[in-house]
Structure formats: C-alpha cells, structure tokens
C-alpha cells in the first residue's frame, strides 16, 4: 500500500514547497501526517508485517522533507521515498543539495520528480520528455554518486510517450497516482500505483486506506471517474478540484 503525499507543514501552508492555490491543497499538517504515520506503525506491528508493507512517498520537493517528515517517519520506524523536480533544489523553500544528501545517508530513497515540474506532462514533445526525465536523472546521480531508477509523474497526467520517455531515459520504476496495489509491467519499466492524500483527508480515510480492501477498490472507481472528467475538461480540471477533493 502506497500513500502520496507533498509538503507537511508545522504552523504554515506557506513554510515549504510550491505556492500555487491549488498546491496548498495537498499540504498537510504535521501532527495530520504524524497519526497517519503512528497508525500505520501500530497496524504493521499489530499483525507481525513489516513496516515497508506501508510506503510512504513524497512529491515536488519541498524542504519540509528534511525539516519535518523525515524525522516523524524515522521516529516510527519507516523511511520515506522522496521524489524530486530538480530544478527547484537550491531554491527558496525547496531542499537544499546538501539536505538531499543527508536523507539519501540516512536511508530514505531518492528519486526523480522530472526536472521542471511540468503541470500536463502529455502535452509535451518526445524530445522535452527526455530532457524532463534525463536532467533530473543526471542531477541527482551527480549529488548522489548512485543511480537514479525511479521515478514519479507530475500532476499525475501520463500517456505511452510518458512511460517511453521515461524507459528511454533509464528509468526502471515509476509512481503514479491511480490508486491500485499491485505493480504493473509496462514496457520494460513497472508502474506503482499510489493513494493520494491531502489536506482534507480525515484520520479515518487514511485508515480505511490502509486496512480496508474494499474502500481502496471504492477509491480506484472514483479515480476512474475523475480521470473521464479530467479527459473531458481538459485545461478547465484544475479550476474544478478543490469541489472534487470535498
């Protein structure tokens, strides 16, 4: 079970990460993310099941993956996946080289986000496909001296160049956000699927997530139903998702 997340913040939506209306959306108070992170460590040990049953991974990147979350999840055991737009490290707000490091030595796993964060990924070309997924590739396994292999897609908009992009550019794993369990194989790079979490999301729901089979089929149908809404309303999506979050 993979849970999504971006910035968790202390006091402000504003401490960390992207500033746009519709990013506040997706930020989430710390002590919010700490009950989550508690539950799914009380759940795991409950029934003898490793920790890493529950992945939790993290978008755009924000320098709360440094300040805040990563030290709630090692409090509880866990290690986090934080994915990257490397463009913004070194930026007001985004992570540090030197912070990205730290959490790399510290067993969280690093990977990429893209490089600039495009909002629709499909409306660009082949060759800014490549450019998107190689920079942040190469950017990253310059601060970190490992390779990079996986990957998450920004916005959560994909398509076949997406994925041959990404497969071309050395990728072997990449994170979506259609909320399904078990990995897929598709063309030579596996897709994980991930449940979103944001602001609005209530103890119980990430509960559910986590124990309940049959909520997160229920969350696949409604993803189902967006993802017809998004194809319908094109550009005009963004300017209807708060109603949809409610």
Known sequence: IVLMYHDVYCIAETESGFQYPTSFLYKVGADQFESHVCFARDYCNLRGIPLNTIEFTFDDGGESFYR????I??????KGVFFISTSFIDTEKFLTKEQV????????IIASHSHSHPRNMTKLSMSELLFEWKTSKEILENILHTPITIASIPSGYSSSNVVEAAVESGLKTLYTSKPIDKPI???NITAIGRYVIHRNTSQIVVERIIS???????LFLRWCLIS??????GANYNMIKKCLIR
């Open 68 to 71: 805040v979350i990563a030290p």
């Open 73 to 78: 999840l090692e409090k509880y055991g866990f």
């Open 101 to 108: 490091v730290s959490l790399h030595q510290r067993g969280h």
């Open 185 to 187: 194989n598709l063309a």
């Open 212 to 218: 309940n089979d049959w909520f997160r089929k229920k």
């Open 228 to 233: 017809i809404i998004k194809r319908l309303l």
